[in-house]
Structures are given as structure tokens and as C-alpha cells.
């Protein structure tokens, strides 16, 4: 069973960056693809970006392309997702969440989540 942590958010102002980062544990982690979802007050969740096992394929929601960019590292168990051009519509909690067979858009088919990572951008 894999444990996920989220780290790297924050408040921003519009048009700047953030990192996120998801770090992974007891698991093999090459084994996971990994997806980041958010989740904004009285919203349901929602897909932001995937990235599959080796890293050779991403995916991302129309909303955010062109300004994130996911990426990962297998050798430190980690993956990031870059935010640019921030905007006050991105803020939510964001999560990253994992599973061995599922490289999905829907968040119940992932297996494992982490607790997730506020982000809010000011105006």
C-alpha cells in the first residue's frame, strides 16, 4: 500500500508559480500512475493532470494546459506538478492520488490519496 504526502502550496498572487509535490511511500513507486486532482469550496472534485508509470505519457484538463506541468522523478519517489500563470479560479486543495492499473480522468478509480495541499490565489 502506497502512502502519499502533498507539499508545496500556498497563497500567490495571479501570474505567479507554485510547485507541488507529492512524495510516495511503501510502495513501489514506478509501479503507480499518478494523478493530481483539486478541489475548490462547494465543488465537486476535479482532474487537473496525470502522469503515467514511466513518465512517458501525461494528460491534462483543458483548463490548465499550457500553464502546468507534470512531471516525475522515480528515483526520489516523487512527483511534481509546476503551476504557472496562476489565476484566482485555480485555488482549491489539491491532491495527488495514485493507482497501479487506472490512468483516469475519474477520481474514484484511483486507489490511494494524500491529504492534500491548499492552494489560493489572490486577485
Known amino acids: 500500500q502506497v502512502q502519499l504526502v502533498e507539499s508545496g502550496g500556498g497563497l500567490v498572487q495571479a501570474g505567479g508559480s507554485l510547485r507541488l509535490s507529492c512524495l510516495a511511500s511503501?510502495?513501489?513507486?514506478?509501479?503507480?500512475?499518478i494523478g493530481w486532482f483539486r478541489q475548490a469550496p462547494g465543488k465537486e472534485r476535479e482532474f487537473v493532470a496525470l502522469?503515467?508509470?514511466?513518465?512517458?505519457?501525461?494528460n491534462y484538463v483543458d483548463s490548465v494546459k499550457g500553464r502546468f506541468t507534470i512531471s516525475r522523478d522515480n528515483t526520489k519517489n516523487t512527483v511534481y506538478l509546476q503551476m504557472r500563470s496562476l489565476k484566482p479560479e485555480d485555488t482549491a486543495v489539491y491532491y495527488c492520488?495514485?493507482?497501479?492499473?487506472?490512468?483516469?480522468?475519474?477520481?474514484?478509480?484511483?486507489?490511494?490519496w494524500g491529504q492534500g495541499t491548499q492552494v489560493t490565489v489572490s486577485s
Open positions: 492520488a495514485a493507482d497501479r492499473t487506472t490512468a483516469s480522468q475519474i477520481a474514484w478509480e484511483y486507489a490511494y
Open positions: 502522469i503515467t508509470w514511466g513518465g512517458g505519457s501525461t
Open positions: 511503501g510502495g513501489t513507486f514506478a509501479n503507480y500512475v
